[in-house]
């Protein structure tokens, strides 16, 4: 690569879990918000796509919205973004809602903001632009932001490739059910699955475990211990009644 061409190389930042969620002001299909200031208390799933009117787009937002309502009572609001204006936005969320049908869902309702960020300065600050993907287009970034506005997870898919959002909502009550009860979550865990003890931090409590007739906690090896966590006492933390 020469002199020129590397001086031609646009490095985007992104920012890493542990982060604070970088600041901006925007203006949304649902007014300006300052983020994450606006949201300070509240969960946040701050998601960006590549285009209005475009069908992939279209199915993600359908389903958003349908579950919007579960999110809420997670605690956690919903917050759009792509690189297209305003007017934009608000015609093809109209047009969803009067004319495009997904898996038995219509008449479907965006309520939730989504920014208008043609400038990219927002998708450029939070690492959404990525040049061998595209340049002009956001990709599938998934960012959640926790009530102390601290971004807790990161996920990213390319241009083609639909999000699973089964697998968003998981990730939602298993980041609160860690938060609440001090436990980690292992593969594929669910509400009502065992979680994980934390490891013992000295080998008379990795000792103690593994001589433990406890019926709580099982011990495999002093660092691999599980423990029940009933289903009914997860929701029932982690969700509003």
């Known amino acids: 690569m020469t002199m020129e061409e590397k001086q031609e190389v646009q ?129 599938r970034a998934v960012f959640y932001i926790d009530p102390k506005g601290v971004i807790r997870t990161i996920i990213y898919y390319p241009l083609s490739l639909g999000r699973n959002f089964d697998e968003l909502y998981r990730v939602l009550i298993a980041l609160q059910t860690a938060d609440a009860f001090s436990v980690a979550t292992p593969a594929d865990w669910r509400p009502g699955d065992e979680v994980i003890v934390p490891p013992a931090g000295s080998c008379g409590v990795a000792k103690e475990r593994m001589e433990s007739k406890s019926e709580d906690i099982k011990c495999y090896d002093w660092f691999f211990c599980t423990k029940k966590l009933d289903k009914e006492k997860v929701l029932k933390t982690v969700l509003k009644k």
């Open 11 to 139: 490095v985007i930042p992104m920012p890493r879990i542990g982060d604070k969620a970088p600041h901006f002001k925007a203006v949304t299909t649902q007014g300006e918000i300052n983020f994450p200031e606006d949201y300070s208390g509240k969960w946040v799933i701050l998601f960006s796509h590549p285009a209005d009117f475009t069908p992939v787009c279209t199915s993600e937002f359908i389903t958003f919205a349908h579950m919007e309502q579960q999110f809420e009572e997670a605690n956690c609001k919903l917050v759009g973004l792509s690189v297209d204006g305003l007017y934009s936005h608000i015609a093809w969320l109209r047009t969803i809602k009067e004319k495009i049908e997904y898996k038995g869902m219509k008449n479907v309702e965006v309520k939730f903001p989504l920014i208008e960020d043609i400038t990219m300065e927002v998708a450029k600050k939070y690492g959404m632009i990525q040049p061998g993907e595209s340049s002009t287009k956001a990709v």
